[in-house]
């Protein structure tokens, strides 16, 4: 049973280009969730996607943004990136149900701006 | 969200157990306790949750205070593989998300 994958595990950009990452969550779920991390840091959270519309934010600006597809799959984009948009970016997936039993979490996508 | 306290930092002796303790003054009735893992180079892991009695998993046992305004994960007998750096969050009932803190970083030691 694969658990939630993210693509690509590291990528460099430079500053001022767009990004995107991809996150398939794990079989049986339907909520992705998006959690920024610096070094030293514990995860942010950037988003939470649900039935393809954005059910919840944290405090990130609007160059963060994100998708969901009807495979539950996900995508975070960042537009004009920044020196300090450097970090791992995790996926995490749930059942959006009132009985929570947690996230399970991907590898993360290590993002460089140089 | 409540806020949660924890060490920066905590070293144990292989095979020796670990309490790692979490403080939570401002938590509410309907707050759960979660517990997660961060191994190096990898995303965070469910360890254990609770909300008001003891629980016990086939990874950690999660004591709670009486008063709800602290909790313990016990790791029973540490092993290399749970050096980590481990949070302690609150989530309210009803809430689909977790805030995570700094965490304790876990340092086993041969």
């Known amino acids: 049973d694969a658990g939630v994958t993210q693509s690509p595990t590291h990528l460099i950009k430079t500053r001022g280009q767009q990004v995107t990452l991809r996150c398939s969550p794990k079989?049986?779920?339907?909520?992705v969730s998006w959690y920024q991390q610096a070094l030293g840091q514990g995860p942010q959270f950037i988003f939470q996607?649900?039935?393809?519309?954005?059910?919840q934010r944290g405090n990130f600006p609007d160059r963060f943004s994100g998708h969901q597809f009807p495979n539950y799959s996900s995508e975070l984009n960042v537009n004009a990136l920044l020196l300090g948009d450097s970090a791992l970016y995790l996926c995490?997936?749930?059942?959006?149900?009132?009985?929570?039993?947690?996230?399970?979490f991907g590898s993360g996508t290590r993002l460089t701006v140089v | 969200d409540a806020k949660t306290t924890q060490p920066n930092s905590m070293e144990s002796n292989e095979e020796e157990p670990v309490h790692l303790p979490c403080n939570h003054s401002?938590?509410?009735?309907?707050?759960?306790i979660h517990w997660y893992r961060q191994l190096p180079s990898q995303g965070p892991e469910y360890v254990i949750h609770?909300?008001?009695s003891n629980v016990n998993n086939r990874m950690a046992s999660l004591a709670i205070a009486e008063d709800r305004k602290s909790s313990t994960l016990i790791l029973h007998r540490a092993t290399l593989r749970d050096a980590a750096v481990y949070y302690c969050?609150?989530?309210?009932?009803?809430?689909?998300?977790?805030?995570f803190g700094t965490g304790t970083r876990l340092t086993v030691i041969p």
């Open positions: 995490a997936s749930s059942l959006f149900d009132r009985d929570f039993h947690g996230y399970t």
């Open positions: 079989s049986g779920h339907d909520t």
């Open positions: 996607y649900y039935e393809e519309e954005e059910r």
């Open positions: 401002t938590i509410s009735g309907t707050d759960y």
């Open positions: 609770g909300l008001t």
């Open positions: 969050i609150l989530r309210s009932t009803g809430a689909n998300n977790l805030f």
